[in-house]
């Protein structure tokens, strides 16, 4: 019989710290990283718990903004003509960027423009309208960061 190893992502800030939740007694603690993030990122690492004693293990996620699995309906547009590209459905979200998954093969490319709609419906407070750059495509799953506007004035 196969024995299953549940996994737990611990995020770290920019200073190396994080906080871990015990999956067997549920205790909260403060996490410090010793070794560079870029040590440890990637990988798992077992833990004690120093509540229960239970040992887990954790993998640490290095990111500026942490990011959520969703799962809403949207449209991607070319940037310049508006045109409706592919029907999407965004699987993760964050202040810096999305993941998305397309209908079909559409001609995207690493480091091209894009604009994406996202939410319920147009009537919905909750929607999201963004430009992209497109920094992964691996088949129809397709990862994106947030940029400003092209013709954004910043002051």
Known sequence: ????????????DEHGHGVVT??????TGPLMLTESRDTV???TCPITCRACHHVFQIYF????????????PGLLYALYTHQPLDTITVTSLS???LSFRTSHQIGCRVGERYAVVCGHSARDPALVYGDIVITRIQGQEVGAVFTP???????
């Open 41 to 43: 990122r990637g990988h």
């Open 95 to 97: 202040a810096g960027g």
């Open 22 to 27: 015990c999956r067997q007694c549920g205790v």
């Open 149 to 155: 506007p092209r013709n954004s004035v910043r002051a």
């Open 61 to 72: 996620v290095s990111r500026r903004h942490r990011r959520h699995a969703v799962l809403l």
């Open 1 to 12: 019989m196969a024995h299953t190893v549940v996994i737990t992502q611990v995020y770290l």
